[in-house]
Structure formats: C-alpha cells, structure tokens
C-alpha cells in the first residue's frame, strides 16, 4: 500500500495541473484574452543601464540607483492633478485702491495737491443713507449735460473700487484717479464706494467730491454701472485740451 495521501490517479492529476501552472495561462482559451499574459517583461540588463549612467556621468549615481533604474524603465509618470500648473494672467485690469494708494504715496505729487485741501469732519457731518441717490451740480454746469450724466450717456474712462478701504486709503486712492483723469484728459471716471451698513465711505465720497473745484458734477451711477453703490463724476475739462 502507498503511503501517500493520493491515489496514483490524482498524483497524475496534479503533476498535470502543475505542467500548466508553470506554463503560464492559455491566451487561445475564450477567456484568455482577459488573463494576464505569460511573457516575462522585458527589462535592460544592467550593462545597459550603466551604460546610460556613463553618458549622464554623474558621480552620484550608484549601483542602488541602477537597480532602480532597471525597475522604473518602461514607467510612465502619471499626471498629479492635485498640483496648479502656473498660469500666466496677462488681463490688463483697472488699478485697485490699493495700487492707486502705493503709486500716489511714491509720486507724492498732484494727488497730494488734490487731497490736501479735503475735509474728512466735513464729509462725515453730512452722513447719506446706504441706498440714497446722490446727486450735486456746480451752478455754471448746463442742466443738459448733467441730465446726460444721470442717464449714464456720457462715457466713463477709468474706475477704482474702495470696498474695504480705510478712509485714508480711500481719499488717497479716489484723488490719485481723479489727478490720474486730469493727465489722460478724461472727464468722467467711477468710484465704486458700496454701500455697507453705515455708508461711510459713500457718505466720505459725497463730501470730498463737493469740495473739489475740479468736480463739476457727480451722481449715482446707472444700476448696470453699480447704481447706488457708485457714483459717476464729471471733471473739467483741463486747459488746452481739445474739444
């Protein structure tokens, strides 16, 4: 009587079993296609390998890292998406408010001419309401050419948004872009104030515009322009410019 387990039958049975084991799977069998394929992969021998390390010739490549090159060849580094590609922002946008504040304090110039004479006590003993209209003429302006202010038909060629500002950031910022307009012989700009709980750069805004001389006019602007959260201002014409 044998002593194993098996019968010589079932011996046959697995010597078989192991035949094709060591095979690999049959890729002509119906789900062949699906099974991974028997052929080992093919990687560079070693002499390859250093025979890429001398033409790289760095002297920190050792036979650690040769070995690791063996195993990575033929791995393709897979895209992380977690990591922002650096973007180019070449959108020319207007200058904030804090821009405004930096060029005026560097230049020191007319900007400092225009805000030297503004009376903060002044603007703040006359507060608006957050969703007031504001409205202000000089006598000599024509009613015509304030009512083509209010209709928002006159063109406005810059803007600065003080939301956040402090009140000296904000005085500095609105009367760099006004001295700003007066250089570029522009006659209407916007500030955007907002308009907040207290409105206290809106009222701040109201009160220094009416006591600039350059100021011919100013209002809320059109709801497409900010409505009651900005105001439109129309200035003089400087001396030469061309009609």
Not at 2 to 18: A, G, H, I, P, R
Request: with cysteine; hydrophobic share 35%; charged share 25%.
């Amino acid at each position: 009587m044998s002593n194993s387990l098996f019968s010589k039958e079932m011996q046959d049975q697995l010597k078989e079993l192991k035949g094709q084991l060591s095979k690999g799977r049959d890729t002509n069998s119906p789900e062949g296609e699906n099974q991974k394929p028997t052929e080992p992969v093919s990687l560079p021998t070693q002499k390859q390998v250093k025979k890429t390390v001398k033409q790289l010739d760095s002297e920190h490549i050792d036979d650690d890292k040769v070995l690791f090159m063996q195993a990575m060849h033929g791995v393709t580094q897979l895209e992380d998406k977690n990591v922002r590609s650096p973007v180019t922002n070449t959108r020319a946008g207007k200058p904030d408010a804090t821009t405004l504040s930096k060029r005026a304090a560097a230049q020191g110039s007319e900007s400092g001419d225009l805000s030297a004479g503004l009376s903060d006590m002044q603007a703040l003993l006359n507060p608006v309401a957050s969703e007031a209209y504001l409205s202000y003429k000089q006598p000599t302006l024509q009613n015509k050419i304030f009512d083509q202010l209010k209709k928002g038909k006159l063109r406005w060629y810059d803007a600065v948004d003080i939301h956040g500002c402090t009140i000296e950031e904000a005085r500095t910022a609105m009367t760099q872009l006004l001295s700003q307009a007066k250089a570029n012989n522009e006659t209407v700009v916007k500030i955007v104030h907002g308009k907040g709980s207290e409105a206290v750069l809106k009222t701040c805004v109201n009160g220094w515009l009416r006591q600039l001389p350059e100021v011919l006019a100013f209002c809320s602007a059109s709801p497409k322009d900010g409505g009651n959260g900005a105001v439109l201002v129309l200035l003089k014409k400087p001396k030469g410019a061309s009609e």
